[in-house]
Protein backbone atom coordinates (compact mmCIF):
# COMPACT_ATOMS: atom_id res chain seq x y z
CA UNK A 1 0.00 0.00 0.00
CA UNK A 2 2.65 2.82 0.82
CA UNK A 3 5.06 1.30 -2.25
CA UNK A 4 2.03 1.95 -4.51
CA UNK A 5 1.15 5.72 -2.91
CA UNK A 6 4.80 6.31 -3.04
CA UNK A 7 6.42 9.16 -1.31
CA UNK A 8 4.14 12.02 0.24
CA UNK A 9 3.29 14.97 2.59
CA UNK A 10 3.92 12.51 5.55
CA UNK A 11 6.14 9.39 3.60
CA UNK A 12 9.79 9.38 2.75
CA UNK A 13 11.58 6.90 1.90
CA UNK A 14 15.30 6.32 2.41
CA UNK A 15 18.23 3.76 1.85
CA UNK A 16 20.88 5.34 4.58
CA UNK A 17 20.52 7.92 7.37
CA UNK A 18 22.36 10.59 5.63
CA UNK A 19 19.93 14.13 6.17
CA UNK A 20 17.73 12.38 8.63
CA UNK A 21 17.93 15.01 11.29
CA UNK A 22 16.48 17.19 8.28
CA UNK A 23 13.39 15.38 7.57
CA UNK A 24 12.97 14.66 11.52
CA UNK A 25 12.25 18.71 11.68
CA UNK A 26 10.58 19.00 8.22
CA UNK A 27 7.68 16.96 9.53
CA UNK A 28 7.68 17.54 13.28
CA UNK A 29 7.46 21.25 12.05
CA UNK A 30 4.76 20.21 10.07
CA UNK A 31 1.95 17.59 10.63
CA UNK A 32 4.46 14.27 11.39
CA UNK A 33 5.05 11.51 9.33
CA UNK A 34 7.15 8.13 8.49
CA UNK A 35 10.13 7.66 7.39
CA UNK A 36 10.96 4.18 5.49
CA UNK A 37 14.69 3.14 6.06
CA UNK A 38 15.23 0.69 3.51
CA UNK A 39 13.17 1.68 0.42
CA UNK A 40 14.65 4.06 -2.82
CA UNK A 41 13.40 6.89 -3.87
CA UNK A 42 12.42 4.48 -7.19
CA UNK A 43 9.87 2.68 -4.34
CA UNK A 44 12.22 -0.44 -5.09
CA UNK A 45 12.94 -2.18 -1.41
CA UNK A 46 16.45 -2.51 -0.32
CA UNK A 47 16.32 -3.74 3.05
CA UNK A 48 17.92 -2.00 6.17
CA UNK A 49 20.66 -3.33 8.77
CA UNK A 50 18.45 -3.10 11.84
CA UNK A 51 20.23 -3.08 15.13
CA UNK A 52 19.79 -1.50 18.76
CA UNK A 53 23.23 0.27 17.69
CA UNK A 54 21.12 1.76 14.89
CA UNK A 55 18.85 2.48 16.82
CA UNK A 56 20.45 4.61 19.33
CA UNK A 57 22.00 6.50 16.66
CA UNK A 58 19.31 7.47 15.02
CA UNK A 59 17.34 8.26 18.77
CA UNK A 60 20.78 10.37 19.09
CA UNK A 61 20.25 12.54 16.16
CA UNK A 62 16.63 13.27 16.86
CA UNK A 63 18.02 13.94 20.58
CA UNK A 64 20.20 16.49 18.64
CA UNK A 65 17.38 18.55 17.13
CA UNK A 66 16.30 21.49 19.29
CA UNK A 67 14.41 21.28 20.65
CA UNK A 68 14.23 17.48 20.56
CA UNK A 69 12.40 15.58 17.99
CA UNK A 70 9.71 12.56 19.56
CA UNK A 71 10.25 9.82 17.46
CA UNK A 72 9.14 6.16 17.78
CA UNK A 73 10.34 2.72 16.13
CA UNK A 74 8.24 0.06 14.50
CA UNK A 75 9.61 -2.99 11.96
CA UNK A 76 8.24 -4.75 9.09
CA UNK A 77 10.69 -7.37 7.53
CA UNK A 78 13.80 -5.68 6.98
CA UNK A 79 12.23 -2.04 6.81
CA UNK A 80 12.63 -0.03 10.02
CA UNK A 81 9.83 2.75 9.98
CA UNK A 82 10.26 5.66 12.17
CA UNK A 83 7.46 7.69 13.13
CA UNK A 84 8.15 11.39 13.68
CA UNK A 85 5.35 13.17 16.22
CA UNK A 86 3.77 16.83 15.16
CA UNK A 87 5.99 18.67 17.20
CA UNK A 88 4.09 20.74 20.47
CA UNK A 89 6.75 23.36 20.50
CA UNK A 90 7.76 24.71 17.35
CA UNK A 91 9.63 25.51 15.45
CA UNK A 92 12.41 22.84 15.33
CA UNK A 93 15.81 22.86 13.97
CA UNK A 94 19.03 20.59 12.94
CA UNK A 95 22.19 22.23 12.34
CA UNK A 96 21.68 23.16 8.93
CA UNK A 97 18.69 24.99 9.76
CA UNK A 98 15.05 24.91 9.77
CA UNK A 99 13.18 22.95 7.52
CA UNK A 100 9.18 22.25 6.85
CA UNK A 101 7.75 19.80 4.88
CA UNK A 102 6.44 20.55 1.89
CA UNK A 103 5.16 18.07 -0.54
CA UNK A 104 7.39 15.00 -0.71
CA UNK A 105 10.39 17.25 0.50
CA UNK A 106 11.57 18.71 3.03
CA UNK A 107 12.29 22.15 1.97
CA UNK A 108 14.97 24.65 3.76
CA UNK A 109 12.94 27.91 5.64
CA UNK A 110 14.59 31.29 4.32
CA UNK A 111 14.56 33.98 6.90
CA UNK A 112 11.06 35.98 6.24
CA UNK A 113 9.30 31.90 6.15
CA UNK A 114 10.64 31.45 9.35
CA UNK A 115 9.17 34.74 10.74
CA UNK A 116 6.22 34.07 9.29
CA UNK A 117 5.93 30.58 10.99
CA UNK A 118 7.21 31.71 14.09
CA UNK A 119 3.94 34.23 14.58
CA UNK A 120 1.65 31.63 13.39
CA UNK A 121 2.59 29.24 15.95
CA UNK A 122 2.00 32.04 18.57
CA UNK A 123 5.80 32.14 19.83
CA UNK A 124 5.69 36.12 19.04
CA UNK A 125 2.96 38.08 19.80
CA UNK A 126 2.11 41.75 18.71
CA UNK A 127 1.15 43.00 21.80
CA UNK A 128 4.37 41.92 23.49
CA UNK A 129 5.97 43.56 20.81
CA UNK A 130 8.34 46.69 21.36
CA UNK A 131 7.29 49.97 19.23
CA UNK A 132 10.67 51.23 18.92
CA UNK A 133 9.49 54.61 17.11
CA UNK A 134 6.37 55.37 19.93
CA UNK A 135 7.84 57.73 22.18
CA UNK A 136 6.32 59.98 25.19
CA UNK A 137 5.50 62.79 22.96
CA UNK A 138 2.95 60.02 21.32
CA UNK A 139 1.41 58.66 24.83
CA UNK A 140 -1.89 60.43 25.88
CA UNK A 141 -1.26 60.73 29.73
CA UNK A 142 -5.00 61.69 29.66
CA UNK A 143 -6.73 58.83 27.89
CA UNK A 144 -4.04 56.62 30.60
CA UNK A 145 -5.73 58.80 33.33
CA UNK A 146 -9.27 57.50 32.32
CA UNK A 147 -8.23 53.98 31.98
CA UNK A 148 -6.91 53.87 35.40
CA UNK A 149 -10.30 55.47 36.86
CA UNK A 150 -12.54 53.02 34.36
CA UNK A 151 -10.56 50.15 36.40
CA UNK A 152 -10.64 51.24 39.90
CA UNK A 153 -7.03 51.70 39.90
CA UNK A 154 -4.89 54.25 42.22
CA UNK A 155 -1.84 56.64 40.80
CA UNK A 156 0.54 54.86 43.12
CA UNK A 157 3.36 55.14 41.35
CA UNK A 158 5.03 56.94 37.85
CA UNK A 159 3.50 56.22 34.51
CA UNK A 160 6.04 53.89 32.93
CA UNK A 161 6.39 51.84 36.72
CA UNK A 162 2.61 51.44 35.78
CA UNK A 163 2.62 50.94 32.55
CA UNK A 164 5.43 47.87 32.96
CA UNK A 165 3.30 46.34 36.04
CA UNK A 166 0.36 46.49 33.38
CA UNK A 167 2.60 44.79 30.70
CA UNK A 168 2.40 47.47 28.19
CA UNK A 169 5.49 48.36 28.29
CA UNK A 170 9.33 47.98 29.76
CA UNK A 171 12.18 49.97 31.33
CA UNK A 172 15.59 48.99 29.71
CA UNK A 173 18.84 51.08 31.21
CA UNK A 174 16.31 53.77 32.88
CA UNK A 175 14.16 54.22 29.09
CA UNK A 176 10.35 53.05 28.95
CA UNK A 177 9.93 51.13 25.47
CA UNK A 178 6.43 50.86 24.98
CA UNK A 179 4.60 47.53 23.73
CA UNK A 180 2.11 47.74 20.93
CA UNK A 181 -0.49 47.17 24.30
CA UNK A 182 -0.02 50.64 24.24
CA UNK A 183 0.39 51.78 21.61
CA UNK A 184 -3.26 50.84 21.07
CA UNK A 185 -4.53 51.82 23.91
CA UNK A 186 -2.82 55.35 24.94
CA UNK A 187 -1.58 56.49 21.11
CA UNK A 188 -2.28 60.27 20.64
CA UNK A 189 -3.91 58.99 17.55
CA UNK A 190 -3.37 55.21 17.22
CA UNK A 191 -3.75 56.04 12.92
CA UNK A 192 -0.29 57.75 13.33
CA UNK A 193 0.98 54.55 13.89
CA UNK A 194 -1.37 51.99 12.34
CA UNK A 195 -3.52 52.23 9.22
CA UNK A 196 -4.91 48.71 9.61
CA UNK A 197 -6.06 48.54 13.46
CA UNK A 198 -9.42 50.71 12.28
CA UNK A 199 -12.72 49.55 13.18
CA UNK A 200 -14.49 49.95 9.64
CA UNK A 201 -18.27 50.05 9.69
CA UNK A 202 -20.34 49.73 6.45
CA UNK A 203 -24.32 50.13 5.27
CA UNK A 204 -24.94 47.62 1.96
CA UNK A 205 -28.17 48.39 0.39
CA UNK A 206 -29.94 45.18 -0.31
CA UNK A 207 -27.77 41.92 0.74
CA UNK A 208 -24.90 42.33 -0.60
CA UNK A 209 -21.87 44.54 -1.38
CA UNK A 210 -23.00 46.27 -4.73
CA UNK A 211 -23.81 49.50 -3.36
CA UNK A 212 -22.66 50.91 -0.48
CA UNK A 213 -24.70 53.51 1.25
CA UNK A 214 -22.18 54.55 4.23
CA UNK A 215 -18.86 54.19 5.46
CA UNK A 216 -16.96 54.90 8.88
CA UNK A 217 -13.35 54.51 9.62
CA UNK A 218 -12.67 54.82 13.35
CA UNK A 219 -8.97 54.34 14.76
CA UNK A 220 -8.30 56.74 17.73
CA UNK A 221 -7.47 54.21 19.81
CA UNK A 222 -8.97 50.29 20.48
CA UNK A 223 -11.12 51.22 23.58
CA UNK A 224 -12.77 54.45 21.43
CA UNK A 225 -12.82 52.70 18.60
CA UNK A 226 -15.48 49.81 20.04
CA UNK A 227 -17.34 52.26 21.48
CA UNK A 228 -17.53 55.06 18.24
CA UNK A 229 -18.85 51.24 16.42
CA UNK A 230 -21.43 50.52 18.70
CA UNK A 231 -22.73 53.90 18.80
CA UNK A 232 -22.75 53.57 14.74
CA UNK A 233 -25.11 50.64 15.03
CA UNK A 234 -27.32 52.32 17.95
CA UNK A 235 -27.90 54.79 14.93
CA UNK A 236 -28.71 52.44 11.84
CA UNK A 237 -29.98 50.02 13.41
CA UNK A 238 -34.29 49.68 13.97
CA UNK A 239 -35.95 50.04 17.13
CA UNK A 240 -39.32 49.16 17.85
CA UNK A 241 -41.35 50.72 21.58
CA UNK A 242 -43.54 49.26 23.74
CA UNK A 243 -45.71 51.26 25.58
CA UNK A 244 -47.90 50.30 28.48
CA UNK A 245 -49.65 53.04 29.38
CA UNK A 246 -47.07 54.47 31.81
CA UNK A 247 -45.08 57.46 30.95
CA UNK A 248 -41.95 55.70 29.95
CA UNK A 249 -41.90 53.58 27.54
CA UNK A 250 -39.63 50.41 26.55
CA UNK A 251 -36.80 50.75 24.00
CA UNK A 252 -36.24 47.39 22.25
CA UNK A 253 -33.15 47.36 19.21
CA UNK A 254 -34.09 44.86 16.47
CA UNK A 255 -30.58 43.40 18.01
CA UNK A 256 -29.73 43.46 21.67
CA UNK A 257 -27.20 46.03 21.53
CA UNK A 258 -25.14 44.13 24.06
CA UNK A 259 -24.80 40.92 21.80
CA UNK A 260 -23.00 43.47 19.13
CA UNK A 261 -20.76 45.06 21.54
CA UNK A 262 -19.36 41.78 22.78
CA UNK A 263 -19.21 40.93 19.09
CA UNK A 264 -17.15 43.93 18.35
CA UNK A 265 -14.57 43.62 21.81
CA UNK A 266 -14.51 40.22 20.46
CA UNK A 267 -12.96 40.98 16.98
CA UNK A 268 -10.98 44.01 18.26
CA UNK A 269 -9.29 41.75 20.91
CA UNK A 270 -8.84 38.30 18.94
CA UNK A 271 -8.22 39.70 15.55
CA UNK A 272 -4.45 38.98 13.89
CA UNK A 273 -2.86 42.44 14.07
CA UNK A 274 0.38 40.43 12.30
CA UNK A 275 -2.31 40.89 8.99
CA UNK A 276 -1.47 44.43 8.29
CA UNK A 277 -4.29 43.85 4.73
CA UNK A 278 -7.68 43.90 6.62
CA UNK A 279 -9.58 45.28 9.14
CA UNK A 280 -12.50 44.72 11.76
CA UNK A 281 -15.03 45.06 9.62
CA UNK A 282 -19.11 45.67 10.78
CA UNK A 283 -20.96 45.71 7.57
CA UNK A 284 -24.93 46.27 7.87
CA UNK A 285 -27.47 44.78 5.11
CA UNK A 286 -30.63 44.97 4.64
CA UNK A 287 -31.35 40.92 6.69
CA UNK A 288 -28.02 40.80 8.36
CA UNK A 289 -24.79 42.17 10.67
CA UNK A 290 -21.71 41.06 9.87
CA UNK A 291 -18.81 41.45 12.09
CA UNK A 292 -15.65 40.20 10.69
CA UNK A 293 -12.06 39.72 12.55
CA UNK A 294 -9.25 39.15 10.24
CA UNK A 295 -6.91 36.35 11.25
CA UNK A 296 -9.55 33.18 11.71
CA UNK A 297 -8.69 30.78 14.95
CA UNK A 298 -5.60 31.37 17.20
CA UNK A 299 -3.64 28.21 16.76
CA UNK A 300 -4.13 25.18 18.82
CA UNK A 301 -8.45 26.06 19.09
CA UNK A 302 -10.40 23.88 17.35
CA UNK A 303 -13.70 24.73 15.90
CA UNK A 304 -15.27 22.15 17.50
CA UNK A 305 -13.89 23.95 20.61
CA UNK A 306 -15.05 27.45 19.39
CA UNK A 307 -17.02 29.63 22.16
CA UNK A 308 -16.91 27.15 24.87
CA UNK A 309 -12.38 26.82 25.25
CA UNK A 310 -10.77 30.18 26.15
CA UNK A 311 -7.17 30.60 23.99
CA UNK A 312 -5.84 34.37 23.68
CA UNK A 313 -4.06 35.33 20.80
CA UNK A 314 -3.62 38.74 22.37
CA UNK A 315 -3.55 38.12 26.25
CA UNK A 316 -2.28 41.79 26.87
CA UNK A 317 -4.70 43.34 25.05
CA UNK A 318 -7.28 41.08 26.84
CA UNK A 319 -5.89 41.44 30.18
CA UNK A 320 -6.41 45.68 30.15
CA UNK A 321 -9.87 44.73 28.16
CA UNK A 322 -10.88 43.15 31.13
CA UNK A 323 -9.69 45.44 33.86
CA UNK A 324 -12.02 48.00 32.51
CA UNK A 325 -15.07 45.43 32.28
CA UNK A 326 -15.05 45.30 28.88
CA UNK A 327 -14.73 41.51 28.75
CA UNK A 328 -16.01 39.07 31.68
CA UNK A 329 -14.68 36.12 32.50
CA UNK A 330 -13.12 34.26 29.80
CA UNK A 331 -14.65 31.93 27.34
CA UNK A 332 -18.06 32.94 28.80
CA UNK A 333 -18.50 35.84 25.60
CA UNK A 334 -20.36 33.77 22.74
CA UNK A 335 -22.45 32.19 25.02
CA UNK A 336 -23.83 34.90 26.84
CA UNK A 337 -24.22 36.61 22.61
CA UNK A 338 -26.79 33.34 22.27
CA UNK A 339 -28.40 33.95 25.30
CA UNK A 340 -29.33 37.40 24.65
CA UNK A 341 -30.23 36.76 21.17
CA UNK A 342 -32.75 33.63 22.59
CA UNK A 343 -34.46 36.29 25.01
CA UNK A 344 -35.15 38.58 22.29
CA UNK A 345 -36.24 35.48 20.26
CA UNK A 346 -34.14 36.11 17.12
CA UNK A 347 -32.12 33.52 15.02
CA UNK A 348 -28.91 31.82 17.11
CA UNK A 349 -25.76 33.99 16.05
CA UNK A 350 -23.77 32.03 13.54
CA UNK A 351 -20.20 31.85 13.03
CA UNK A 352 -18.49 31.46 10.19
CA UNK A 353 -14.21 30.09 9.66
CA UNK A 354 -11.58 30.45 6.92
CA UNK A 355 -9.02 33.17 6.91
CA UNK A 356 -11.51 35.20 9.46
CA UNK A 357 -14.26 34.64 11.87
CA UNK A 358 -17.13 36.24 10.67
CA UNK A 359 -20.33 36.66 13.38
CA UNK A 360 -23.67 37.05 11.62
CA UNK A 361 -26.82 38.40 13.57
CA UNK A 362 -29.79 38.01 11.29
CA UNK A 363 -32.03 41.47 11.46
CA UNK A 364 -35.48 41.82 12.73
CA UNK A 365 -38.03 41.74 10.03
CA UNK A 366 -39.79 44.91 11.13
CA UNK A 367 -42.36 46.05 8.06
CA UNK A 368 -42.91 49.04 6.94
CA UNK A 369 -45.94 49.23 8.35
CA UNK A 370 -44.67 48.62 12.03
CA UNK A 371 -42.03 51.26 11.43
CA UNK A 372 -44.14 54.36 10.41
CA UNK A 373 -46.17 53.77 13.51
CA UNK A 374 -42.85 53.49 15.59
CA UNK A 375 -41.64 56.64 14.40
CA UNK A 376 -45.40 58.58 14.75
CA UNK A 377 -45.05 57.29 18.27
CA UNK A 378 -41.82 58.50 18.90
CA UNK A 379 -42.06 61.87 17.29
CA UNK A 380 -46.47 62.87 18.00
CA UNK A 381 -44.99 64.59 21.22
CA UNK A 382 -41.57 66.12 20.12
CA UNK A 383 -43.60 67.75 17.22
CA UNK A 384 -45.65 69.10 19.61
CA UNK A 385 -43.31 70.81 21.44
CA UNK A 386 -40.47 71.67 18.82
CA UNK A 387 -42.59 71.93 15.77
CA UNK A 388 -42.79 70.57 12.67
CA UNK A 389 -40.70 72.47 10.37
CA UNK A 390 -37.86 72.85 13.14
CA UNK A 391 -37.88 68.86 13.75
CA UNK A 392 -36.91 68.05 10.67
CA UNK A 393 -34.51 70.98 9.62
CA UNK A 394 -33.03 69.22 13.52
CA UNK A 395 -32.96 66.21 12.62
CA UNK A 396 -31.27 66.50 9.54
CA UNK A 397 -28.64 68.56 11.00
CA UNK A 398 -27.58 66.09 13.43
CA UNK A 399 -27.14 63.71 10.43
CA UNK A 400 -23.68 64.15 11.62
CA UNK A 401 -22.97 64.63 15.70
CA UNK A 402 -23.52 68.46 16.81
CA UNK A 403 -22.48 69.62 19.98
CA UNK A 404 -25.27 71.61 21.94
CA UNK A 405 -23.13 75.28 20.81
CA UNK A 406 -23.59 73.95 17.20
CA UNK A 407 -27.12 73.22 17.04
CA UNK A 408 -28.23 76.35 19.19
CA UNK A 409 -26.04 78.73 16.62
CA UNK A 410 -27.90 76.67 13.49
CA UNK A 411 -31.32 77.31 15.17
CA UNK A 412 -30.13 80.88 16.02
CA UNK A 413 -30.98 80.18 19.68
CA UNK A 414 -28.88 82.05 22.58
CA UNK A 415 -30.79 81.00 25.45
CA UNK A 416 -29.29 77.75 26.97
CA UNK A 417 -31.62 76.42 29.30
CA UNK A 418 -34.68 77.48 26.92
CA UNK A 419 -32.57 74.88 24.43
CA UNK A 420 -32.50 72.47 26.61
CA UNK A 421 -35.88 72.60 27.96
CA UNK A 422 -38.18 73.01 25.31
CA UNK A 423 -36.18 71.65 22.13
CA UNK A 424 -33.02 68.95 23.09
CA UNK A 425 -35.22 67.59 26.29
CA UNK A 426 -37.92 66.35 24.28
CA UNK A 427 -35.92 65.32 21.07
CA UNK A 428 -33.96 63.23 23.77
CA UNK A 429 -36.88 61.45 25.00
CA UNK A 430 -38.68 60.72 21.99
CA UNK A 431 -35.41 58.80 21.14
CA UNK A 432 -35.35 60.78 18.12
CA UNK A 433 -31.55 62.42 18.94
CA UNK A 434 -29.05 60.20 20.82
CA UNK A 435 -26.09 61.51 23.00
CA UNK A 436 -22.89 60.09 21.77
CA UNK A 437 -21.24 59.56 25.03
CA UNK A 438 -24.45 58.57 27.07
CA UNK A 439 -22.78 57.85 30.52
CA UNK A 440 -21.85 61.07 30.32
CA UNK A 441 -24.56 63.24 29.95
CA UNK A 442 -22.66 66.39 30.76
CA UNK A 443 -19.27 65.97 29.11
CA UNK A 444 -17.80 68.93 27.50
CA UNK A 445 -17.63 67.13 24.51
CA UNK A 446 -21.03 65.86 24.49
CA UNK A 447 -22.31 65.71 20.98
CA UNK A 448 -26.25 64.56 19.88
CA UNK A 449 -26.95 62.72 16.51
CA UNK A 450 -29.91 61.80 14.55
CA UNK A 451 -31.17 58.18 15.18
CA UNK A 452 -31.78 57.46 11.35
CA UNK A 453 -33.35 54.07 11.87
CA UNK A 454 -36.58 56.22 13.04
CA UNK A 455 -35.43 59.03 10.97
CA UNK A 456 -36.16 58.71 7.13
CA UNK A 457 -37.27 55.24 6.73
Known sequence: ?????????????????????????????????????????????????????????????????????QILFEEFQNILIVEVREGTDKPYRCTSGFYNRT??????????????????????????????D??????????????????????????????????????????????????????RNLAD??????????????????????????????VESIDEAVLYLKQHLKVRYEFDGSPAR??????????????????????????KGANVMIEIYDD???ITSPG????????????????????????????????????????RMQKLLAEAGLEPLKYEFSGFVRAVFRRFPVTEQVTEQVTEQATEQATEQVGGEKLHAILDFCSEARSREEIQVFLGLKHREHFRAEILAPLLKAGLLVPTIPDKQNSPKQKYITVRSLWNE
Open 103 to 132: GPNAQKMNRDEILEFVKSEGKVRFDELIKR
Open 250 to 275: REIPEIPYEALREAIINAVIHRDYFE
Open 288 to 290: RVE
Open 296 to 335: GLPKGLKVEDFGKVSLLRNPNIANLMQRIEYIEKMGTGVM
Open 1 to 69: MVLAEGEGYRIEFKEQLSNLDKEFVGFANASGGFIFLGIADDKSVKGFDITNKVKSQIQDIARNCDPPV
Open 134 to 187: FSADDFDETKFDQFLRKAGISRVMETTSMLRNLHAAEIQQSQCFYYNTAVLFFS
Open 193 to 222: HYFHTCVTCAIYKGVDKVTVLDRKDFNRDI
